[in-house]
């Protein structure tokens, strides 16, 4: 007895509005986080320190100016954190530098020199942004957030 010959479609038109949404959406994401975070590297930082940096200053996304433990921060990134960043050696990488202190509840306080390093990292954003930006004019870039709002909301999410 012969097994029925399988055949697949060879040939099909690839367009952009085939293309899985789920599919595109997680390659892009993949590709801008990598992206990102190999600017960083080359000036010598990390996208999670970068994160603790902005959670615990009280000029910047801190809504109390008060020190976290890893673990409230760890919660308090939940939504942009990725399986492999590990805030504890972050932490210590930056308490080394002297831009982060503990205090004896092991709570996490942005030091001056964090701070100052902050703004300093905060400057190199515009540049990956417009890296990033290239070839892409304003208005297809507006449209394309408006639309993957929508599949946000179509899909029962939401941005945080």
Known sequence: MTSPEVTTPVDL??????M??????????????S????QQAERGYT?????????????DLSPDGQGMSITELQHTMRTYLRAEDDLAAEARVLHEKGWLERDEH????ITAEG??????LKEYAPAVGSL??????????????????QL?????GQLS
């Open 152 to 156: 946000i909301r179509n899909a029962g």
């Open 47 to 59: 996208q999670p320190q970068f994160w603790l940096l902005r959670n615990l200053s009280p000029n």
């Open 106 to 109: 092991d709570r996490l306080w």
């Open 20 to 33: 899985p949404a789920g599919y595109v959406t997680g390659v892009a994401y993949e590709a801008i986080i």
């Open 35 to 38: 992206f990102i975070r190999a």
């Open 132 to 149: 990033l930006h290239e070839g892409i004019d304003d208005a297809d870039y507006a449209t394309t957030v408006r639309v993957l709002t």
């Open 115 to 120: 701070e100052v390093a902050l703004v300093t």
């Open 13 to 18: 038109p690839v367009t952009p509005s085939s």
